[in-house]
């Protein structure tokens, strides 16, 4: 008996002890299981992918050109092209705990979410690409240009450390909008006249009278007929509630923190890029609101008369960085939204809405006769739509309720006041999501060739084309979509591409290698922007304290921000 | 035939056995005329088993021992270090530098106590959850392990369906409460769902009622074993003494379970910055109410950067200074109200 026990003593203590080198796993421990099978006449290239929002088809159909491309190359000796193997998943895929865990995987490149670049660079999680970004040109692809040539200035200088050296690239632009249905529009008689009548175009689909030049203050051009000003925008909803049996706003009630991000772009369009900029780059000088008089709204010229410049920043006064006059115009503009219950689908504040099922309500409230005219939701909306199964259902229930059927678009944001009109459309995007070689790779030649060459085609401008036509979102490079490419992508997803073709469009990038940036990263993300003493989401703070001014919130936002320590 | 010398010499080499113990290496020798000294133990198999046995159980506690040191007491160290340290991202060096910065977070954990509405809330949050749970989570555990101590109807149902939620695992009865809670009862009373809509301290309610619910079980089962130790002929005697259950109750069964309570009672002090109400399950890193537990952890939870974690190790280490000297004040009091009834 006593043999026995003893027995199972040595037997469960050599389970423990076994247990205690489960996270020693080294390359090789895991294993790609995609399903493909292994050809060992080639070399093998295994890609981790997260397909939140974005999908695998665009990566998946990357990884067929690579390998028809390098069939007969020898990437190492002895094996003759490149099998590529994705493992693509939506859990386990993005955020610190998966990378923690990246150089213990097999995977050569990792395109993940939720990551911060310099956490990837200070835990040497990633591979070095300078030459492949700063140095080598895609003349392979018949590009006589660099990487880095196709980066906006504020990405390479966050991107591009110290030492002058790349370890990761940004992978795809994030950001929240507002979408607007077309079909709708045109079958309630929503445009905008010039002389400022709502109007429709016939059963031709022609106006037969001429459009409100939109807030780009242009005729003819793509935002003719919506919105120009704030005021305008708010009348257009009071016309919809009242008069054509058109709910305005909808949103998900348990992610309402998306108005809070949309909001982000209304401060950025309101400040313009070098403007905004400034807010994660902290160059001086910098017009900042001082205080707030009366209700804290804008004068007719949509400025604040109580400003003053901030000339330098230091770690007591970087709160002020967010004090900028295009914060309290977007403040403005979430009061608006509930400033009328009418304006906002009764289920917009319900909590157990997700984003799947307001994106649901608004797909089918136009077929069932209860139409929504705007979503508030991440750029990426209709792909989850798609993913969940959404589109399908619609499809299956109704006619032209398909994708490619629906004419949704990503509505031009209305300017302050009459004032701003013209300005150009300032578009604020996130890069948390990031792609880079496993570092575990390092002293390997072949495998790192391999897989420098693999990230080095994703860049080209085919493949970037080819990322937006088939995800309907933009890569943070300088590339446009030929036209004849778009044919097959929806609405929405064309005039998403388009932006970035029009010249009156720019984009900031919500990033900056300023240290006050860099050690706070998490005050800057657009969800905490409207943060205050009472809560994050200044439309519910509204919704519920009706009483609440502008003037109320901005200056909760100001207490709440003085108490951030900046490092 | 053997003469004593030899006969010592086979014994201490372990040839022979001998019948009386041999306690160190010097030999006794009578004959020899030389001086008496005390045997030498031989390294026979008694020894040998005993060096065996703690060589054994030293291999079995190594593992768990290193592992304690490691996990438990570095880890514990580390955080009390990074309480005094500062880190910052040095793209020029492509490093993670961390510096020391002495009380510098100290001061600003006590500047944002001072000037900081949110992390007042926070401290009034972490209260008045201690409180509820003690008011009627403690209150109603005892008063329920009494009932079913005395066997009375449905002891047995009670017994298991209290055990269920102790049983599964934490976060799979989060989520099934969040969705009566926040799916089932809305639709049925045709209500807006309480956890989300509500004021704070609505959704810290029905937090903390599906939390005193789940810790029901585990506390149930702690007292009423507790109770189970009292003697049954001690009861009998109160019976026919004519004592009710209520007087029963409270001269008799709470005196004797009291060292249990107490326990409960205390390390339930211990947890007052601790606890954070399973929030995470529920909001995610999100939160409409944030008990400093909650707080703590968020700060450090998954995507948090390295730059955050000198201040939330301060924040504790602070609130552990507070937690001490109240908790052994707390166990002086609560030891002044034990009886020191015995069985």
Known sequence: MKKLAKILSIAFAATMAASAFAGCGGMGRDKVGTGKPVDVTKSQLKVSNYEGGYGRAWLDEAALRFEEKYKDYEFEPGKKGVQVHVDSAKDGKAGETFLSGVTSTDFHVIVTDDVFYYDVVTKKIAADITDIVMTETLSDYGENVTIESKMDDALKSFFKTGQNKYYALPHYEHFYCITYDRDLFNEKGLWISETGTYVKPNKEGKFTVALSKGPDNLPNTYDDGLPATYDEFFALCKEMADNKGVTPFTCSGQYISMVTAMMSQLWADYEGKEEFQKIFSFETPMEVIDTLSGNGTMNAQGKYSTTKTVESFTSENAWEGYNQAGKAAALEFAKRMVSDSDFYHSNMFSNDIDNIRAQGNYLISSLENKPVAFLVDGVWWENEAEDAGTYGLLEAEYDNAGRKDRNFALLPLPKATAAQLGEKRTMAVDVNSLMFINAAYNNNENALKMAKEFMQFLHTDDELQNFSVTTSALKPFNYSIPTEKMTGMSTFGKDVVSTRSNTHCETVYSVSNHSFYVNNVDYFHPAEAFRCTDGQDPIDLFKKNPSWTVKTVFEKIQDYRKTLRFN | ?343
């Open chain 2, 1 to 343: 035939m053997k003469d004593m010398q030899t006969e010592q010499d086979e014994l201490l080499q372990g040839k022979t056995e001998t019948s009386f113990p041999v306690a160190s290496s010097e030999s006794v020798s009578s004959q020899a005329g030389g001086v008496l000294t005390r045997q030498k133990p031989r390294k026979n198999g008694m020894n040998r088993k005993r060096i065996g046995e703690l060589v054994f159980y030293w291999c079995v506690l190594a593992i768990p021992l290193i592992q304690f040191v490691l996990m438990y007491v570095a880890v514990n160290i580390n955080s009390f270090l990074l309480a005094f340290k500062e880190y910052e991202y040095d793209m020029v060096n492509e490093t993670l530098n961390s510096d020391w910065v002495g009380l510098k977070n100290f001061k600003r954990f006590f500047t944002e106590l001072a000037q900081d509405k949110l992390m007042g809330e926070r401290f009034l949050y972490s209260f008045v959850s201690y409180a509820t749970h003690l008011a009627c989570g403690t209150v109603l555990a005892i008063l329920f392990s009494y009932y079913l101590y005395k066997k009375y109807p449905g002891t047995g149902f009670f017994r298991v369906t209290l055990m269920i939620p102790t049983v599964i695992s934490s976060i799979v009865v989060v989520i099934l409460y969040n969705n009566v809670v926040e799916g089932i009862v809305p639709k049925i009373f045709g209500i807006d769902a309480p956890m989300r809509s509500g004021s704070k301290m609505q959704t810290l309610a029905i937090v903390m009622l599906g939390n005193i619910f789940m810790g029901f079980g585990s506390g149930t089962l702690m007292y009423s074993n507790a109770m189970a130790r009292i003697p049954e002929s001690l009861v009998e005697y109160a019976k026919l003494e004519g004592c009710t259950p209520t007087r029963e109750f409270f001269s008799i069964t709470l005196p004797l379970a009291y060292p249990t309570i107490e326990t409960f009672l205390i390390t339930g002090l211990a947890n007052l910055f601790v606890n954070q109400e399973n929030l995470y399950g529920y909001f995610g890193k999100i939160s409409p109410v944030d008990p400093i537990g909650y707080y703590l952890f968020v700060q450090v939870a998954d995507g948090a950067h390295m730059t955050k974690y000198p201040y939330a190790s301060t924040v504790g280490l602070s609130l552990t200074f507070v937690t001490i000297p109240i908790v052994m004040v707390a166990r002086k009091l609560l030891d002044k109200l034990d009886k020191g009834a015995e069985f």
